[in-house]
């Protein structure tokens, strides 16, 4: 039986940050894709192994072997014959270990591990979101399992003294998800990434990149996040890694794009004034043997991972605070969003004009 992957580890100064801390970071922040990425920047075997199990996969468990083996098949066979793409022998032959350790290394080898590794992402993703649909689940009985994951990791970090003054999770109520689709034009209830959302507020700004680097190392790995739905409006990037000196030095090596300054976000609602982190992501979830015994017989090739967006918010106290006063605040969002609703309810296109703004609200 796989053990729980659970908090053991101390939270990470800025000064230990290393060029994979940072860029898995930013990555989240972003919201990019890995899939830009050209190389990883694993140095060490406890990395390497890290990344595996935060994607819920453990090396040594049958099933999970055979289930990375099945998927580096797969990538290798698609590579060969949908791109006519050649592959070294020694690299065919890698285990996933070896080719997260080539993928970090340099020369030819390291272009080919990168390229089986994107294509491992995109066919075990997909794996796992088949499997969720295969299976005979609630949606609660989902939300379920990844509140269990999220409350296991989170109270670790709250049990040793991690610096997280509020940890808020749920689940949104039909009312709000019916707000929501009828006062934004381009939503459709399959686009909808927070009917599952968490909120941490760290003690201070300071606290905000270690937390998140944590998440990524036990939570949910940074690869998952949902590209292009990504808003970070409390600092700039580049600027916050400029003026400290161990992260300076790592921003000549970030990949996938320039850091812009903190970009507007795409929420009419929210006063200019309002500022938070916030991301999604597909959260890899193990299923319990009792779920799986239930699977259809076809499932058996599928593994034991699923798949869950759920959405995060993460803020400093201080930030928190200041976006409860005035316009900012969570009541006058929430009004404002009300009365679109009823203009759009009573008046359709007619006369339609919502509030100029930028920000997300946790609502």
């Known amino acids: 039986m796989v053990e729980p992957h659970v908090a053991t580890e101390n939270l990470k100064n800025l000064e230990d940050f290393t060029l994979a801390?940072?860029?898995?970071?930013?990555?989240?922040?972003?919201?990019?894709?890995?899939?830009?990425?050209?190389?990883?920047?694993?140095?060490?075997?406890?990395?390497?192994?890290?990344?595996?199990?935060?994607?819920?996969?453990?090396?040594?468990?049958?099933?999970?072997?055979?289930?990375?083996?099945?998927?580096?098949?797969?990538?290798?066979?698609?590579?060969?014959?949908?791109?006519?793409?050649?592959?070294?022998?020694?690299?065919?032959?890698?285990?996933?270990?070896?080719?997260?350790?080539?993928?970090?290394?340099?020369?030819?080898?390291?272009?080919?591990?990168?390229?089986?590794?994107?294509?491992?992402?995109?066919?075990h993703h997909l794996g796992g979101r088949e499997l969720l649909f295969m299976l005979p689940l609630a949606d609660q009985e989902v939300f379920h399992l990844v509140e269990e994951k999220v409350y296991r990791i989170i109270g670790s970090m709250l049990a040793s003294g991690f610096p997280i003054t509020e940890f808020v999770g749920g689940r949104k109520n039909r009312d709000s998800l019916y707000t929501k689709?009828?006062?934004?034009?381009?939503?459709?209830?399959?686009?909808?990434?927070?009917?599952?959302?968490?909120?941490?507020?760290?003690?201070?700004?300071?606290?905000?990149?270690?937390?998140?680097?944590?998440?990524?190392?036990?939570?949910?790995?940074?690869?998952?996040?949902?590209?292009?739905?990504?808003i970070n409006s409390v600092f700039d990037f580049a600027r916050y890694c400029s003026e400290h000196p161990h992260l300076k030095p790592m921003l000549g090596e970030m990949q996938a794009g320039q850091d812009d300054d903190c970009p507007p976000t795409n929420n009419a609602f929210t006063s200019a004034e309002y500022r938070v982190i916030h991301f999604v992501v597909d959260m890899p979830v193990r299923l319990p043997r009792r779920i799986l015994d239930r699977a259809p017989p076809a499932a058996s090739q599928m593994?034991?991972?699923?798949?869950?967006?759920?959405?995060?918010?993460?803020?400093?106290?201080?930030?928190?605070?200041?976006?409860?006063?005035?316009?900012?605040?969570?009541?006058?969002?929430?009004?404002?969003?009300?009365?679109?609703?009823?203009?759009?309810?009573?008046?359709g296109m007619r006369e339609m004009k919502v509030p100029a703004g930028a920000g997300k609200r946790k609502g």
């Not at 022998?89 to 997260?100: D, H, I, T, Y």
């Not at 760290?202 to 998952?224: A, E, W």
């Not at 009541?331 to 009573?346: F, G, I, S, T």
């Open 181 to 230: 689709l009828l006062s934004k034009q381009e939503t459709v209830a399959a686009q909808i990434y927070d009917k599952l959302r968490f909120r941490i507020v760290t003690r201070s700004k300071s606290d905000i990149l270690p937390v998140i680097q944590y998440l990524s190392q036990r939570l949910f790995p940074f690869n998952y996040v949902v590209p292009s739905q990504s």
């Open 303 to 347: 593994g034991s991972v699923i798949f869950v967006i759920c959405e995060f918010q993460v803020i400093d106290r201080d930030t928190e605070a200041a976006n409860e006063r005035g316009e900012a605040s969570h009541d006058r969002y929430k009004e404002r969003q009300r009365k679109a609703v009823m203009r759009r309810l009573q008046l």
């Open 21 to 123: 801390d940072l860029e898995a970071v930013r990555l989240i922040l972003r919201g990019d894709s890995v899939i830009d990425w050209h190389r990883l920047n694993f140095k060490t075997p406890e990395q390497i192994s890290s990344f595996v199990a935060a994607q819920e996969l453990t090396s040594g468990d049958p099933g999970d072997d055979a289930r990375i083996a099945q998927v580096k098949l797969e990538a290798i066979n698609y590579l060969r014959r949908h791109l006519e793409y050649p592959i070294p022998k020694p690299v065919e032959r890698a285990s996933v270990a070896e080719l997260l350790a080539m993928a970090s290394g340099a020369g030819h080898r390291q272009m080919c591990a990168c390229t089986i590794l994107k294509c491992m992402h995109i066919i």
